[in-house]
């Protein structure tokens, strides 16, 4: 009878010893396909590429998960900014001609006040070895035209006249934002088309002031009657001492369009 006790005992041994194998051999196989803890219960993350590659995203993104480059509401990340604004072939080419006049210039950023304004602007701040002082903000067309002036006629008539090169060319105005004096019309300076000069100083020391000339000044008179005849074939308005009051210390430049093609020069 003990003998048969004994012999039940051991097969209920094994028998529990074969359940616990079995199960740590399951728990075993679990684990081996879980990130998480069976026994804290976390929840399971696939492991795979995919997933690891996704990036955490906030906000509308977390809606479609699976997707990571569908953005509810939201612009594709990935895809190129568009590109600014290409500059018009002519201000292109005429950038070319003032480098090569020899123009020392920056682009600026495009101005915009009301009626006044200009698209692609230029601040000028020599033409070769003159120095433009303050530096001019124009219009490219402008300062081309300033430049062309100043190169072939300003230049040479000071050689000729005073026997010396031109240092600096001191202006009034540039780019301004206002009317005609006395009129409802906006001047060309509110389109930067246009530059006043007040004064132009020599390499000599002499400093020519555009004020009309005492009587006996003649070759200050012969000098300045050059600049404003000379200006006609490159502006379509010139404008100085002699014209009116407003004009009477500087010589106004500018190059407003008229249909006529009539030019102002006075």
Known sequence: MAGIFRAAVMVARQSKRAAMVTAGLALAAVSACNTGSVLSLQPAVDVGAQTAAVPQYEGMQKLVPSNPYMTAAYPRMDEPMSEPEQMPASETDCRGELRRLGVVYTDVQPIHEGQCGIDYPVKVSAIGGIQMKPAATLTCDMAASFAAWTKNELVPSARWRYFSGVKTIHQGSSYSCRNIAGEGVLSEHGKGNAL?????????????????????????????????????????????????????????????????????CR
Do not use: W
């Open 196 to 264: 006043d000069v007040m004064s132009i100083e020599l390499n000599n020391g002499d400093d020519i002031d555009v004020r009309k000339p005492g009587l006996f000044a003649f070759r200050t008179r012969g000098f300045l009657n050059n600049v404003r005849a000379d200006g006609c074939q490159y502006f379509t308005t010139v404008l100085g001492p002699g014209y009116n009051y407003d004009h009477r210390n500087h010589f106004h430049f500018d190059i407003k369009n008229r249909k006529s093609g009539y030019r102002a």
